[in-house]
Each structure stands twice: as structure tokens, then as C-alpha cells.
């Protein structure tokens, strides 16, 4: 949203400002805390705020959050930040910045963004020290995103959808190490079962690797195993939801 | 439009840009001038460019006009910017731009917003003053956009729907006091009538204080009295269009 | 995407950055092609980076060029850069950047804008020599996008439909000028068959020359002749696709 870029400029016109997205789906904290965990590598060290917040307004807890690696987080306490302090060298000091004296008076009940991350956010980038921005916490009792968990042996590997991106892609909890543990290599054909339904994919780099509406499997720009269909929609074509059971074996 | 951008930095290379929004109907004036007019409190004071132009390559004027605050506002006359003016502590000076030297040649029919509003606004930001941008106009001939008029007595709110954000959220042309000259306090029931329907709703500060689907009437971060469905759409739910009449009213 | 600017500030924090679209169609090489050279005179001259890459991860060339105005174009060698550097003075040093060692390690093999081209355009910003980003390449290799070729007579335009925008406006490969040399002014009626279907529209200068839903053709805001319906879609309202043949004529 602009104004707060605007409130931004209004304690530091010319700092440079990055939006990571502006593309996640309402109430998804989960979706936010991959995205933010999966951009970090690529932003600078700095302060990086995350608003994905369906309890704006009540008593949920607002957080300022400095990572072993120095970055420093703001956003509401409901584990969209926490996938990324986990990323970030652990989360090492937390301040309650719910009543700081950095928000923008009057807080409204509904835009915390502009009102009271963004501003504290903008206060901590000017050099603010975190103890002034807020009330200190424990960071043991901040919030954790559970994600599931995937298993991997020598025959199957066992994960789940965690995020969909705009053309349908799948991103899956496993990695390339994970496939080759099955012993798998690049051009080889994989099984892929989803919601009972088995099909053959392949083991590709990239998507020009397979005709045009192939099914395809391959390590996407975030490190991830991903599903994808060569110029079309894997997630629509499986009907894959976000946290489905996906089965990937090896067709020997 | 990314060339504007590229127009303004033709002429300050540096200087910090805030988009605030790209979100307006197509040919919306009154809604680009109510957005303006909430935002411009969050905007530090600068030159600020407004574009909602249907008549745009017309002999409608262009504008440039200097505000009480020392803001400057930069758009087509057609009331598009009146809104902002008035909470900026008026229109001061104004200035018709339409022939400006700082225009951008060959002006095109289609694109003031690149080729007349933002060459001129570049052009003031850098320095120059509104004189030199046009010809001198008594503000007092500026087109001044027309909002219809709520009535509280000690029984009911009759408002109208204002805006519609995209989340179905139904802004009115009233405020919390309007609320509280009914004798309403946060947590009470309240009637709303619209095109002829009547619903229960409820007066409460932020959506997490209703069950889900439930309706509310909140102050908005804008600081209107506002219509929303928790995790729904009021304005498809109750068919609410933009000027419809909103009768609030107390259940006793 | 966020994270590309995120690169670019890791090099340079402070550079202004330009987003000039992120609204091409996937894998719409042609309409990159278009939009970059459209919006190129409006451009500060300095690095430009384009990225519609339906190749991306397979054996096709990475590029950095230099034009003969001074600009830097980055992007694949797909045609996408072609038409901007016709624009720009020609392509007077090339280089294949494919294995640049300023690309961000590990490169993916689906995100080159991430890990090759905006990396190596930053460099090339903060003064790295085009040589040091790759290796030299004859510019007569660099593939050249084909755009269809428009004919005019006396009594006869014929040109194709190369762009249609968000609003159902359709660019022609055609100007100003070839109306003229059909001998219309502005204000002529003339005939538009598209598709097999003749129909009237009026040649003028805006959409508010015509009535509300009447058909005109008029010189577009990147000075290419174009169709539109006022407060209408005419790619719709005519079923004109991309390339289809539009021929114009007088109406005597």
C-alpha cells in the first residue's frame, strides 16, 4: 500500500525500500512466512517488515525482532516472521511493540501496517535502538509457524504442497538432495502420486526440458522441488491443494 | 505507468517517489479524489500528481494549485483534486498548465498523465515556480466535485456508501461520532437499512470481534464509519452500489 | 518481483530503479519486444534489463548490448531487446553473459532475471566494463524479432494488430501518416475491416471526440495509429487478435 511508503519517506525520505510482494492471499500467514523465508537471502540486511494479519485489532502481540545475523523483523506475532528469524541466525532479542511510542497516533483498529509496523519499522532504519521501540520479550514464547514434516527413504520420498505460485506451480517441502536420495538423476522419469491419483513426471532442470503439457519435477528458483506442466497449470491439472500429501517413488 | 516514473527521474534522478495507489476505477474522479483525500494525511508534503482523466485531450484545463499547507496538487480540472485541497487548507493559487512549457512535446492525445501532469510536476519538484508552469486562474473557478450530505438526528444515521475497497468493504460518508450522537457505544447492535432491506449488524472496533460471516459497522483506517462482512464481501452480500443511502439506527 | 530489486540494491542501495511493466503476457516475447521499445525514448539512458524468457535454463544466449545512444540492454537473446536497439542507435558491442562471473551463485535454473540478468546489470551500473561481464559476441548474430510489414497506398492502409492494452485499445503497425496519405483528416469517416467485417469508425484526435460505444482510430500515446471504443473494448467488440490484418480506407 502506498502510504506506507509514504510514512516511510516521512521519517526517511531517501532510503531505498524493496517490496518483496504484494501478491499474498488474504489471511495466508502461512504463504507469507515462505515467502518472506524464501526472499531473505536475496534482501540486504536491514529491517524487514511482514504484514499478514487476520487478528489486526486484538490482543495479538506486535513484534520487533533482531535475528543472530542482524536483521531485524516486524510484523504481528503470529509466526508470519518466524520462518524467517529461523533462516536468519535464530531470533535473539523480541520487544512487544504493541503500545510503542513509534506507532502513529491515532491507530486505527484495522491498519497496523501503516499505523504501527511500518513507523516503528521507519524509527529502527533511522536508529532507533530495539528498547525503545517496545517492551521486552522472551524470544522462546513468540509464536512458531508449524509446517508439516516430510520423510524420505530409499524408495519414496513423502511431502506436501506448501505453496502454489501464480501459474500453477507446486512447491513441495523436499529438496534435490532428496531425490537423490532415491537415487534418482536429472532425465529420469518419476512417479508422482497426489490425492490417489498416480502419474509420471520427469526429473528435469527446467521446463524446456519436456514437450509443451508435460508433467515435469525440478529444483525451483527457491531451492525447492516444484510440480509443474510445461506452459500450463500443474496445481489446477492435479486439483493440488496446499498441505496435500504428495508421493514421489522411482519407475524402475 | 512505469514511463511517469521514468519521466520524473529524467529531470531528479533521485528524488523519493510514493505511489499511492494504481488501484481507481477506470474514469472514477470521485473515487481518485476520495482516495487522494484519505491518504494525503500520511503523504509528507511535496508535489502530488492525481490522473483520473476521461476527458483527457479535451479543452478541459489542466491544473497546478498550491494548498494552504504548501502542498501542491497537479491533475486535470475536473474535481479530481478538490477533495484533497480542501483538507490541505484550501486552494491559495492555482495555475493552468494546459499550454505549460514543461510539458513534454509532442503531447500526446491520450497521456497527459506522462506527456503534461508529471513533466510539470518534475519540473515544480525541482524548483520551479508555479508561475513559470501556466497561466494564473482564480481558484475560485476550479471545479469542486460534489459529495452527497449525511443527516444524524438522536434516532438515526442516514448516510450513503462512499467507496467499495476490494474486499468489499463499504466505506459511508459517516464517522464514529455519528455513532456516538445515537447513544451507540462499542459492542452494541445496530439496524441497517439498505435498498430496502433491513440487518443486524454490530458496532465493534475490528473484524476479529464478530464471528465470521457476521456483519459489522467499524471505523475504518480512513476514519469512516464503515459496512464489512468478517472474512466476507459486504457489498456483494448486501448489493450495496456506490451513493446507495445506509440508514443507521439503534435496536433498543 | 521484489527480490530483483533486492539484488540491485545489494550492489548499488541507492540507484533509482524504473519499473517500466510487469504486465507482459507469459512468454509474450513479441509484446515485451514492443512495450521496451515504446517505452525507450522516455527512458533515462542507462542499463535496461528485459526479461520474457520462455527459453530460460536451456542452451540459448544471455546478452548484454551496448546501443549506439550510450544505453546497456540486458536480457535473452530471444528478440526481446531487438526492437529496442533499432531504436537506439543499433547494437554496437555485444556480449554473452551466459557465464558471467558477476551472475548470483547458485544460478537457478528458472529465475535467470534473478540470478543473471539484473546481477550483471547492476555491476554494469555501478561501472563494470561491458567486457568484463562476458564474452564478446558478433551483433550480427543477436536475433531479430520479425514483425509483419504494413502497406499503404493512395486508397488503402493495410497494417495488423500488434498490441491490444488492458482496456481493449489495439495498436496498429501503422501512423499518423499513413492516414494522411490516404488523404483523411481528422474528423473523416473511414472504414475499418477486420476479419472479414467492414465497419465505420471515425478518425480523431481522443475518445471523447466520439460518442459514448463509437469506434475511432487515433493516434495512440506511443504514436502508432490504434482502434478503440469509447468507454469500450474493441479487441472484443471487433474479435481482433494479435497479427489479424486491419485494413483502412476512405469513406467518400
Known amino acids: 500500500m502506498g502510504v506506507c511508503h509514504a510514512v516511510i519517506r516521512s521519517v526517511r525520505p531517501g532510503v531505498p525500500i524493496v517490496d518483496v510482494t504484494h501478491g499474498i492471499a488474504r489471511h495466508d500467514v502461512r504463504q507469507g512466512a515462505i515467502v518472506l523465508r524464501n526472499a531473505l537471502p536475496y534482501l540486504p540486511v536491514g529491517v524487514h517488515v511482514a504484514v499478514v494479519d487476520p487478528q489486526v485489532g486484538t490482543e495479538r502481540r506486535a513484534l520487533a525482532v533482531r535475528c543472530g545475523d542482524g536483521r531485524i523483523l516486524v510484523g504481528p506475532d503470529n509466526g508470519v516472521l518466524s520462518l524467517a528469524w529461523e533462516r536468519a ?34 524509527r529502527l532504519v533511522a536508529g532507533a535502538e530495539l528498547l525503545e521501540a517496545g517492551e521486552p520479550l522472551d524470544p522462546a514464547e513468540l509464536r512458531v509457524l508449524d509446517l508439516p514434516t516430510p520423510s524420505v527413504d530409499s524408495s519414496l520420498a513423502l511431502g506436501h504442497a506448501l505453496l502454489v505460485d501464480r501459474y500453477g506451480n507446486v512447491s513441495l517441502d523436499m529438496g534435490h538432495s532428496d531425490l537423490l536420495a532415491l537415487g ?9 502420486a497426489v490425492r490417489g491419483e498416480e502419474r509420471e513426471a ?3 532442470q527446467t521446463f524446456a526440458d519436456v514437450p509443451e503439457h508435460a508433467l515435469l519435477l525440478y529444483e525451483d528458483a527457491w531451492g525447492s522441488l516444484a510440480l509443474a506442466v510445461n506452459r500450463g ?11 496435500d500429501e504428495v508421493r514421489v517413488a522411482p519407475i524402475r
Do not use: K, N, W
Open 202 to 204: 520427469v526429473f528435469v
Open 233 to 243: 497449470d500443474a496445481a489446477a491439472e492435479l486439483g493440488v491443494e496446499i498441505d
Open 89 to 122: 541466525g535464530g531470533a535473539v532479542e523480541a520487544v512487544d511493540i504493541s503500545r510503542s511510542s513509534f506507532r502513529l497516533e491515532p491507530v486505527s483498529a484495522t491498519f497496523h501496517g501503516r499505523d504501527v509496523f511500518v513507523p516503528v519499522a521507519a
Open 184 to 192: 534418482l538423476t536429472l532425465g529420469a522419469p518419476v512417479s508422482v
